[in-house]
C-alpha cells in the first residue's frame, strides 16, 4: 500500500573479497558485524555445500522490521535448494527514513561482498510485502544488484525506474493477496520497459508462497544467468528446470485452472529462450488460450477485476470522508460491507471468492497505513485514530490491539463509556492477558472504576481490585 518516494543520488558498492571465511556451512551466523566503525550487525546463511574456491549467487533478504535471522530463515530451504547464500540486516527499519535504510543496506553488502567470494552480476534482494517494496528499489541505487526477488509486492517506485539500468523481476503472489491486481499491472509496465520479469502466480489458504515456489523463483534467477552467458550452461538443469515448470502447468490445466497454467507458461517462455527450443510451448499456449475454460475463466476474472476496482474506490472516499468528518455514524456501513464480503467467501464462484479476500486485505491495509500516517504526523489526531481503530475492529475482529488501542485513547479522552464497550468487546473474542489490560497506557483511572474490574472478573477472573458488591 505505500509508496515509495524518490530519492536523489545513487550507492554503488566497490568492495572485493579480502577477509578468510570462519563461517558457519548449512546454518545461520547471525550477529555478524558489518565493520568496526558502526554498530550494525547482520545474519548470512552458506549453502552447506558451500566452499571458497567457488564464487556463489547471493539474495540479500530486505526486512523492514530488523530482523535478519528471521527474514533469512524465510527463504533458507529454497537457497539451501538452489546453491544461494542469504544476508540480512538487523538494522534496516520502516521507522528509518528509506535514505537511511539505503545506506544501512549498502553497508551489508559490501561487509558481505569483502567476507565472501561473489559471483559477479548474480547479486539480488528479496523481501515480503513492503520490505520487498524496499529491496525492489535498490537495484536503482546500487547498481551491482542484478534482480529482485518480490514476495506479495509489486514494484516499490515506478516512478523511478531507469531504463538504461534494468534489473530482472520475479513476483510471487497468491490470487487473494490484495496486491495481486497491483502485481500484475506492474507486470504490464515492466514488459513495456523491457525489464526481465517473471510473475509466479499461486492459490491455496496460505498468502505465503511454499518452499518448492519460492525454489523456483530462485531457478528462474539462475536460468536467467545462463541465458545472459554470466553462468555456464549447464543442459541437465535447464531440462530438469522445464520438465519441472511444464508438469506445473500441465497440472493446473487438469485442475481446471486455465490462467495459472497461463502464467506459468508465459513464464517459461521468457526464461528458457534462448535455452531450448520454445515451438512446442508456445503452440501449448496458443491452443489453451483458445480453449472456451480460458476464454471463460478470462472474462470472469476480469469482470470481478472491475468490480474491486470500483468497490476499491468507494472505500478510499469513503474512509476519507469518515476520518476528516469523525463521522462514527457510518461505522455500521463498514460493519455491512464486512458482512457482504463474509458471504462472498462462500460463493461457488472462485474468482469472487478471490475477490472478497482481496477486498478485505486491501481495506485493512489501507487503515493500516491511514493509522501510520496519523502516527506519523507532528499533531497527532486521537480523535481520527480512535476512529481508525474502531473501524479496524471491524475489519480484523481478531486483531486484539485495535480493540486494546481503542481503550487506551478513549480513556485518554475519559470517555469511559466507549472504553468499557470496547473492553467488553476485546473480552469476548477470547482475549486473556489479563496483566496487559492492567498496564494499558491511559488506563490509570480506568482500571480502578468498579465498571472495568467487574467487567475483568467477570470474562477472565482474579480482577487486581475488589469488586464492590452493590
Not at 457510518?330 to 478471490?354: A, F, I, P, T
Not at 473492553?423 to 492492567?438: A, F, V, W
Amino acid at each position: 500500500m505505500k509508496k515509495l518516494l524518490l530519492l536523489t543520488f545513487v550507492l554503488t558498492s566497490t568492495a572485493i573479497f579480502s577477509q578468510e571465511l570462519r563461517l558457519l556451512r548449512g546454518a545461520i551466523s547471525e550477529n555478524l558485524v558489518v565493520n568496526d566503525s558502526v554498530n550494525e550487525t547482520f545474519s548470512l546463511y552458506l549453502p552447506s555445500n558451500f566452499e571458497v574456491n567457488k564464487a556463489w549467487p547471493v539474495a540479500f533478504v530486505m526486512d523492514l522490521k530488523g530482523k535478519g535471522k528471521a527474514a533469512v530463515s524465510m527463504l533458507l530451504g529454497a537457497a539451501e535448494q538452489e546453491g544461494y547464500v542469504l544476508a540480512s540486516s538487523d538494522n534496516i527499519s520502516d521507522s528509518l527514513s528509506i535514505s537511511e535504510n539505503v545506506l544501512i543496506a549498502n553497508r551489508m553488502f559490501n561487509s558481505v561482498i569483502s567476507t565472501i567470494p561473489l559471483a559477479k552480476n548474480r547479486m539480488y534482494t528479496a523481501g515480503f510485502g513492503s520490505s520487498a517494496m524496499f529491496a525492489s528499489i535498490l537495484p536503482t541505487f546500487v547498481r551491482n544488484i542484478n534482480g529482485v526477488i518480490s514476495i506479495g509486492a509489486s514494484v516499490g517506485n515506478v516512478e523511478i525506474l531507469n531504463p538504461k539500468q534494468p534489473f530482472q523481476f520475479v513476483g510471487l503472489v497468491n490470487r487473494e493477496d490484495y496486491n495481486f491486481t497491483e502485481m500484475l499491472n506492474s507486470r504490464e509496465l515492466l514488459n513495456k520497459l523491457k525489464f526481465p520479469n517473471e510473475l509466479i502466480v499461486f492459490d491455496g489458504d496460505r498468502m505465503l508462497p511454499e518452499g518448492d515456489l519460492i525454489a523456483n523463483a530462485f531457478r528462474m534467477l539462475t536460468l536467467t544467468s545462463m541465458a545472459k552467458g554470466h553462468l555456464e550452461k549447464d543442459s541437465s538443469l535447464v531440462a530438469s528446470s522445464y520438465d519441472r515448470f511444464l508438469t506445473l502447468a500441465n497440472s493446473n490445466i487438469s485442475k481446471q485452472k486455465p490462467l495459472l497454467a497461463t502464467y506459468q507458461l508465459l513464464d517459461m517462455e521468457k526464461i528458457f529462450n534462448p535455452l531450448v527450443d520454445l515451438d512446442t510451448l508456445k503452440a501449448t499456449q496458443k491452443t489453451l488460450r483458445r480453449s472456451s475454460n480460458y476464454r471463460q475463466a478470462n472474462r470472469s476474472q476480469n469482470s470481478y477485476f472491475l468490480k474491486e476496482s470500483f468497490t476499491k474506490e468507494d472505500y478510499n472516499y469513503y474512509l476519507e470522508e469518515d476520518i476528516i468528518t469523525y463521522n462514527y455514524a457510518n461505522l455500521g456501513w463498514w460493519n455491512y460491507q464486512m458482512q457482504e464480503l463474509n458471504k462472498l467467501d462462500k460463493s461457488s464462484n472462485l474468482y469472487e471468492r478471490q475477490m472478497s479476500s482481496r477486498l478485505r486485505g486491501y481495506i485493512n491495509a489501507l487503515v493500516s497505513d491511514n493509522i501510520d500516517f496519523n502516527y506519523a504526523e507532528d499533531v497527532v489526531d486521537y480523535e481520527a485514530l480512535n476512529l481508525l481503530h474502531m473501524l479496524k475492529t471491524i475489519t480484523s475482529p481478531k486483531d486484539y490491539n485495535a480493540y486494546l488501542e481503542v481503550i487506551s485513547i478513549s480513556s485518554k479522552m475519559e470517555d469511559y463509556g466507549t472504553a468499557l464497550f470496547y473492553l467488553e468487546e476485546l473480552l469476548k473474542t477470547g482475549y486473556t492477558d489479563k496483566s496487559g489490560l492492567y498496564s494499558l497506557e491511559h488506563t490509570a483511572l480506568f482500571r480502578i472504576m468498579p465498571e472495568f474490574n467487574e467487567m475483568v472478573e467477570k470474562y477472565l477472573k482474579g480482577a487486581r481490585y475488589d469488586v464492590i458488591e452493590r
